[in-house]
């Protein structure tokens, strides 16, 4: 997972490395949007491949890539690290709940049979002595 994540990491420092060069360079304008002279996101674009070739884009690209794989990898670690356990605390739980369900579906079914085991016997001796033990027979 940490591989992947560092891959993705480098996927997307492709595109965010250029437009987070072309945000920093419109967020750093002395002019006001909106009065002559603001270059707006396509007019930074434009300037900057002028100026600099299409190299300009690239700028800080080394750095955010230095940034992103570490940190992308260690994030997608983690984060398949917290789901497998919340996965297995999520099938630890749900066998408790189970044998916790099992155990209540006995016990009630329990009761209730000699609940009834115990009616029925009664009913099957109404009317009938108690039979003693006779201890010369033994």
């Not at 209730?112 to 108690?130: D, F, I, K, V, Y």
Request: charged share 10%; glycine share 10%; net charge neutral.
């Amino acid at each position: 997972m940490c591989l992947a994540g560092m891959f993705a990491g480098a996927v997307q420092t492709c595109i965010s490395s250029p437009v987070e060069m072309l945000k920093i360079r419109l967020q750093l304008q002395q002019t006001l949007p909106g009065a002559p002279g603001y270059l707006g996101l396509w007019g930074m674009l434009r300037q900057v491949i002028a100026q600099e070739g299409l190299q300009g884009l690239t700028r800080g690209f080394g750095v955010t890539l230095a940034r992103d794989c570490p940190s992308y990898g260690l994030y997608f670690a983690t984060y398949h690290w917290a789901v497998q356990g919340f996965k297995y605390i999520l099938q630890s739980a749900q066998t408790a709940a189970t044998t916790a369900e099992s155990a209540a579906h006995a016990l009630s079914t329990g009761t209730a049979a000699r609940a009834l085991a115990l009616a029925e016997s009664s009913s099957q001796r109404q009317g009938q002595q108690p039979l003693l033990y006779d201890e010369s027979e033994a």
